[in-house]
């Protein structure tokens, strides 16, 4: 197992523009959440899925974003008609929950440069 | 809501010297806290937790910390740091009831000198 995985590292991409990430988890992990980090900044919490079930979004996920992950393995996460303040790091992480027990850590992906032009 | 402040944007200290980053919190319940640590333009790497017992808790690269619930803080500490410690250092604080997400601090940059 190689941990989790991002792709693509990077991406510019033209305001106005869609664009779509991929994470792959850990294989056994049945959490997945994405964060959003701009420069200088701590990593905003986005979304999260346990297996295929999104439970969660945040007050800063817009219209414009959705996030998937259709057989509860890999997510993808897509931004629509992208503007500059888009432009951030964005982080995917992996972990196991289990009913009844108790929180365990997340690992995290190299994440996927986004820079709106 | 929880919340994570972390004072110090920026820390210099010279290589062999002792570091210590510190980390403050906001949670209504006992938290679970974490320090995590990210090379420029990489993803964040754990280096310890703190879930419960021993407030003492050991972490990679010979890092520690110190759970004080007195003073709702998280401080991180290495005794002797080296050059590849350079790099920016985030704490954060998770919960189970909300759904095990994390809310990190705003992150310490560490320098280090020769």
């Known amino acids: 197992d190689t941990g989790v995985s991002q792709d693509p590292r990077h991406k510019i991409t033209k305001r106005g523009q869609n664009v779509t990430f991929r994470c792959d988890p850990i294989s056994e992990h049945n959490r997945l959440y994405w964060y959003r980090q701009t420069l200088g900044q701590g990593p905003e919490f986005l979304t999260y899925f346990q297996n295929e079930a999104q439970l969660e979004k945040s007050r800063l996920l817009s219209d414009r974003f959705s996030a998937e992950r259709p057989k509860g393995s890999f997510s993808t996460l897509e931004i629509q008609r992208t503007e500059q303040g888009d432009s951030a790091m964005y982080l995917c992480?992996?972990?196991?929950?289990?009913?009844?027990?108790?929180?365990?850590?997340?690992?995290f992906g190299q994440g996927t440069r986004l820079t709106v032009v | 809501a929880q919340s994570v402040t972390q004072p110090d944007i920026h820390i210099t200290v010279s290589e062999g010297a002792s570091l210590e980053l510190r980390c403050n919190y906001s949670y209504g319940a006992t938290p679970y806290l974490f320090w995590y640590v990210q090379s420029p333009g990489q993803g964040l790497q754990l280096l310890l937790k703190y879930f419960s017992g021993d407030t003492l808790v050991q972490g990679i690269k010979g890092f520690e910390a110190e759970f004080k619930r007195s003073q709702s803080s998280f401080n991180l500490r290495k005794p002797s740091v080296h050059w590849s410690d350079a790099a920016e250092y985030f704490c954060?604080?998770?919960?189970?009831?909300?759904?095990?997400?994390?809310?990190f601090g705003g992150g310490t940059r560490v320098l280090v000198k020769p």
């Open positions: 992480a992996s972990s196991i929950s289990r009913w009844g027990s108790a929180l365990t850590e997340a690992f």
């Open positions: 954060a604080v998770g919960a189970k009831a909300a759904g095990n997400k994390l809310t």
